[in-house]
């Protein structure tokens, strides 16, 4: 089976803070995705990259950014952490197809204080 | 106009009967199309894909797609009250990196 592995499950920040979110796939997806999600307002693209190095901004991606410099991993970065960005945060992986779907992490619920 | 579109419920079903989950689309380009389960607090697990269209079974789930009027549907056979979740419609326009598009989801109460 696929891996998708987010490495915090909770994370609790102060505002200003710079903010790490790491995410590490084991099947040698192509396909990189950062997704927050809130009540009422579903998933939202933040970032995807569909090669190492490259990325390419997804709906929302102010006050982010991504790094990804190996393929297994992606990592999203919340410059300077603000309280509107308390969110849950879904890494997702999927092959370069368009007949296959994405594999999720388990989340990292995020909160900003 | 939302790409896609699903009624958010809830939509309480009786343990046994059908659920019956609908998604409409507007890209006529959409390529394939993904139904995913959300349990509370969990991440999305993917439980069926279709691409052609008609019908596909796969155990309790059926996934209906009809390209022409752009709606792709979900049906759960014997509604377990383990089927309680929210099921999220999400389609591929097949652009850069075949990123997803998510509808909002249906959240299902399966009552017993």
């Known amino acids: 089976d696929v891996k998708v592995t987010q490495s915090s499950r909770y994370l609790v920040k102060r505002t200003g803070e710079k903010v790490f979110l790491e995410c590490v796939q084991d099947?040698?997806?192509?396909?990189m995705f950062w997704y927050r999600q809130d009540p009422g307002l579903g998933l939202r693209l933040i970032y995807f990259?569909?090669?190492?190095?490259?990325?390419e901004k997804g709906d929302i991606p102010e006050g982010y950014s991504v790094s990804r410099e190996k393929k297994e991993r992606f990592s999203l970065i919340l410059e300077s952490a603000s309280t509107n960005q308390t969110s849950m945060y879904l890494c997702?992986?999927?092959?370069?197809?368009?007949?296959?779907?994405?594999?999720f992490g388990s989340g990292t619920r995020l909160t900003v204080v | 106009q939302k790409e896609v579109e699903q009624n958010s419920g809830p939509l309480s079903v009786p343990e046994g009967a059908i659920a019956s989950l609908n998604c409409t689309y507007s890209?006529?380009?959409?390529?394939?199309f993904f139904w995913y389960r959300q349990y509370s607090g969990k991440s999305p697990e993917l439980i069926m894909f279709?691409?052609?269209?008609g019908d596909k079974e796969d155990g309790r789930f059926t996934a209906q797609l009809n390209k022409a009027s752009q709606y792709v549907s979900l049906l759960i056979r014997d509604s377990q009250p383990s089927d309680s979740a929210t099921y999220l419609c999400?389609?591929?326009?097949?652009?850069?990196?075949?990123?997803?598009?998510f509808g909002g989801g249906t959240r299902v109460l399966v009552k017993p």
């Open positions: 890209d006529r380009g959409s390529q394939s």
């Open positions: 279709i691409y052609s269209n």
């Open positions: 099947m040698d997806h192509e396909n």
């Open positions: 999400a389609v591929n326009r097949g652009a850069a990196g075949n990123k997803l598009t």
């Open positions: 997702a992986s999927r092959v370069d197809s368009v007949n296959y779907g994405y594999t």
């Open positions: 990259s569909y090669d190492v190095k490259m990325k």
